[in-house]
């Protein structure tokens, strides 16, 4: 059974626009496509955006999902390998969590300081335009 771009789309969760953008940049492989140039899909093309789109979920980087996948698809892998990527993601989360964190005391502290009414001063905006006083509470990304 074989399916075009859209019901690989519905059936897989992951748009068409990132399923052409996955083909284009290697992360799948390039699909059969018919006489007219129409992509086809395979169930196994089905299985393998699904699996993108999991790892997309749980925050995982491209790079991430194709070293992921490689593992997936490599049936002699040790699992100590998949648990290691495992264990460096949560260790980039929870580093994503704290910068979060010190972003969202920061507002909380202009937002403290904003009277909030009809007058034009704002510590909020102040704070914005002074690299320096939001700067050294949040790191610029």
Not at 25 to 54: K, M, W
Not at 123 to 131: R, S
């Amino acid at each position: 059974m074989s399916m075009n771009i859209g019901d690989a789309a519905t059936a897989s969760g992951v748009s068409a626009k990132m399923i052409r953008h996955y083909e284009e940049i290697g992360l799948i492989p390039a699909v059969a496509r018919t006489d007219a140039g129409y992509r086809r899909y395979s169930e196994r093309d089905i299985h393998l955006l699904r699996f993108i789109r999991q790892g997309r979920v749980l925050g995982f980087s491209i790079k991430q999902i194709a070293d992921l996948m490689g593992l997936w698809l490599d049936q002699a892998r040790p699992s100590s390998k998949v648990k290691q990527l495992a264990k460096e993601h949560i260790h980039e989360l929870d580093e994503k969590i704290r910068e979060l964190q010190t972003m969202k005391s920061t507002l909380e502290q202009l937002v403290l300081h904003c009277h909030g009414d009809a007058r034009p001063d704002c510590p909020i905006l102040d704070a914005l335009g002074n690299q320096a006083s939001c700067h050294s509470s949040v790191t610029a990304r």
